[in-house]
């Protein structure tokens, strides 16, 4: 007689299920959160570079802004595999 074998998972692999599963419910707020994001550091760092209050750290926020904005604009076009369009 065949029994067939029981799969059970580990814990961890549990944990890492259910923050997937979360991670899913909230991936359109997170892109948001990132474009919002990315638009006001620009802004803050713009701010700051042309009025000339921190030249350095203002050019470093566009440029940090700027970056950002890309990033997410990548992770919009090529979604994880967990990301169900």
């Known amino acids: 007689m065949l ?3 029981v799969i059970l998972q580990s814990p961890l692999q549990n944990f890492a299920q ?3 599963g979360y991670f899913v ?3 359109g ?3 948001f959160l ?3 994001s990315g638009v006001i550091i620009v802004l803050i760092g713009a701010i700051l570079w ?3 209050a921190n030249i ?3 050019r470093g926020l566009v440029f940090g802004g700027i970056l950002l904005s890309i990033i997410i604009e990548y992770f919009v076009l090529f ?3 967990f990301v169900v369009i």
């Open 34 to 36: 990132g474009q919002v």
């Open 56 to 58: 350095k750290r203002g």
């Open 25 to 27: 419910e909230i991936w």
């Open 18 to 20: 259910l923050i997937g």
């Open 50 to 52: 042309f009025t000339e």
């Open 29 to 31: 707020f997170l892109i």
């Open 79 to 81: 979604p994880p595999d």
């Open 3 to 5: 029994m067939n074998p």
